[in-house]
């Protein structure tokens, strides 16, 4: 929107805007030429005159009151008020005045479909057009008015329907609008906020293991405590390049990958490692690898940092299901559970990105350990084996 110019649906919000909107709405106050040609030129007493022009200001002022508040939370019953007030105005000045004056019921029909919801519209504006028929004929030389005021009466009426639903139509889709750019801006948080707990705390960890590793070997073993703190370099160079590829939206982690560094940290942390070579990902849509990549990445920071476990074994299959074919991921451990008794954020997130995938996660404790399973959707196509 412009500074000058108001969008369908928005209140003005400056006096320039507020001055456009009066200036449309005021412009087609010239149709009310007749009742002033009347009080200028129709010969009425001074005091006729004067009670006239207090009558039409009060009708002006009434109507563009009521335009004006449209649509800003009225009861329907103070709305039905005001136009009752209006027909008043204009019945009195109409018997009172002549003929002139039942141009009064066009804006108060044309009112009533702009400020009225359609299912009591269609009733009021008729309502009006019946009631300016009765004055017209109840006033001298009226009928000759009604053929040319009826018709736009109803006409203005039932269009100015049409105007209030677009405006409602129009302030329906920009709160729409509204809460889908909110709803996008949270995701992408949620985003954010999963990918820099998986990168964070696995290389975290990683780099805790290794920089008590290179603590114990200090005293005695200098060369392989200096070999410990080059890899915890690499892992921290690597981490923080992992973070600014998920800020910028373009890291997607490899199944095979993900699996090279999950040795390393068990390896790292004394845990016994049992991991497939060489996964088969044909078939497997990058959504479900980078899920599935995610998934593993999660399950072995788990085994490192709280399970307190001494043998983890990674076993990744295809199995056919009822739903069709799914590429399955599964981390079992001999320690003592994951993240404790309910799921913490790592669980939570990786619920969220199988989900997304098509896919599903199971996490329980065993009668020997604690085990993941997180399945993703592949394609039909693929063969259906194991992966050892």
């Given at each position: 929107m412009s500074g000058t110019g108001v969008g369908i649906g928005k209140r003005p919000e400056n006096r320039r805007q507020r001055f456009v909107k009066l200036l449309w709405t005021g412009i087609w106050l010239v149709y009310l030429s007749a009742p002033a040609g009347d009080l200028l030129h129709g010969g009425h007493s001074t005091g006729v005159r004067t009670l006239g022009w207090i009558g039409l200001a009060a009708f002006v002022t009434w109507y563009m009151l009521l335009l004006f508040r449209t649509g800003r939370g009225e009861r329907n019953s103070v709305v039905l008020a005001s136009l009752g007030v209006l027909a008043a105005q204009s019945t009195v000045l109409a018997l009172t005045l002549g003929r002139e004056w039942l141009v009064l019921f066009v804006y108060v029909s044309i009112a009533s479909g702009a400020a009225l919801p359609l299912r009591m519209a269609r009733w009021t504006i008729p309502a009006t057009c019946t009631l300016?028929?009765?004055?017209?004929?109840?006033?001298?030389?009226?009928?000759?008015?009604?053929?040319?005021?009826?018709?736009?009466?109803?006409?203005?009426?039932?269009?100015?329907?049409?105007?209030?639903?677009?405006?409602?139509?129009?302030?329906?889709?920009?709160?729409?609008?509204?809460?889908?750019?909110?709803?996008?801006?949270?995701?992408?948080?949620?985003?954010?906020?999963?990918?820099?707990?998986?990168?964070?705390?696995?290389?975290?960890?990683?780099?805790?293991?290794?920089?008590?590793?290179?603590?114990?070997?200090?005293?005695?073993?200098?060369?392989?405590?200096?070999?410990?703190?080059a890899d915890i370099e690499q892992v921290s160079r690597q981490a923080l390049v992992d973070v600014r590829e998920a800020v910028s939206g373009y890291r997607r982690p490899r199944l095979a990958a993900e699996l090279a560094g999950a040795e390393v940290a068990l390896t790292a942390a004394d845990v016994v490692a049992a991991l497939p070579a060489d996964p088969d990902l044909m078939g497997v849509p990058e959504d479900s690898e980078t899920a599935l990549a995610w998934a593993l990445r999660e399950a072995v920071t788990n085994v490192v940092r709280h399970s307190g476990a001494r043998r983890c074994t990674v076993e990744l299959q295809r199995r056919q299901t009822l739903d069709g074919p799914v590429l399955e991921l599964c981390v079992e451990d001999d320690g003592s559970g994951g993240e404790g008794s309910g799921p913490g954020h790592g669980l939570t997130g990786l619920t969220e990105r199988l989900t997304k995938a098509g896919g599903t996660l199971e996490a329980g404790g065993t009668r020997h350990g604690f085990r993941l399973t997180a399945r993703v959707p592949v394609a039909a196509s693929a063969h259906v084996g194991s992966a050892t």
């Open positions: 300016m028929s009765v004055i017209a004929f109840a006033t001298p030389g009226g009928k000759a008015f009604l053929a040319g005021l009826l018709i736009p009466a109803l006409l203005g009426g039932f269009a100015m329907t049409g105007v209030r639903e677009l405006v409602r139509t129009t302030v329906a889709l920009r709160e729409a609008r509204a809460t889908v750019a909110q709803l996008a801006a949270n995701e992408e948080r949620l985003r954010l906020a999963r990918d820099l707990h998986d990168l964070l705390g696995h290389s975290l960890s990683l780099i805790t293991i290794k920089s008590e590793l290179a603590g114990r070997m200090l005293p005695g073993h200098p060369d392989k405590a200096a070999q410990q703190v």
